[in-house]
C-alpha cells in the first residue's frame, strides 16, 4: 500500500477504505477540538474541515447499493449524518451532534478493522 501526499494506492479495497476511516476520524476530531478552542488557526481548521467532506464523499461514493442492500443505505445515511453535523458545526451550531457522528464512524471503523482480521 502507498499513501502518501493525500492518495492510497493499493489492491485492496478494504485496506483503501480502513485507510480513508483512519484519515476522515483524524481530520473530524482536529476539527472539533478547533472549533471548542477560541485561538485556533482559521485556515487549519477549514482544510480539516474541507478534507473530511471529500472524504465522507469518497466513502458515500464507494458504496454498493447493489451488492450492499440495507448496510449500504445505512452507510450512506450515516455519512450524510457527519456530513450533515461537519457544516452545523462550521455554522457555529452546537457541536454534540458531530461528537455522535466522530463517535459512530470510530464504531464502523472498528467494524471494518474485524471484518478485515477475518479474511
Not at 32 to 47: H, L, T, V
Not at 48 to 74: C, M, P, V, W
Request: charged letters at 25%; proline letters at 1%.
Amino acid at each position: 500500500m502507498l499513501f502518501a501526499a493525500g492518495c492510497v494506492e493499493s489492491n485492496d479495497p478494504h485496506l483503501v477504505i480502513l485507510v480513508l476511516f483512519e484519515e476522515l476520524l483524524k481530520c473530524m476530531r482536529s476539527f472539533d477540538e478547533m472549533m471548542r478552542a477560541a485561538d485556533s488557526d482559521k485556515k487549519e481548521c477549514a482544510s480539516h474541515f474541507s478534507r473530511s467532506l471529500t472524504i465522507l464523499y469518497a466513502l458515500q461514493s464507494s458504496l454498493d447499493f447493489e451488492k450492499g442492500g440495507e448496510i449500504a443505505n445505512n452507510l450512506f445515511r450515516l455519512y450524510e449524518y457527519a456530513r450533515q453535523q461537519l457544516l452545523s458545526a462550521k455554522q457555529g451550531k452546537e457541536l454534540e451532534g458531530l461528537q455522535t457522528a466522530i463517535w459512530s464512524l470510530t464504531e464502523i471503523q472498528g467494524a471494518w478493522e474485524q471484518i478485515g482480521g477475518q479474511k
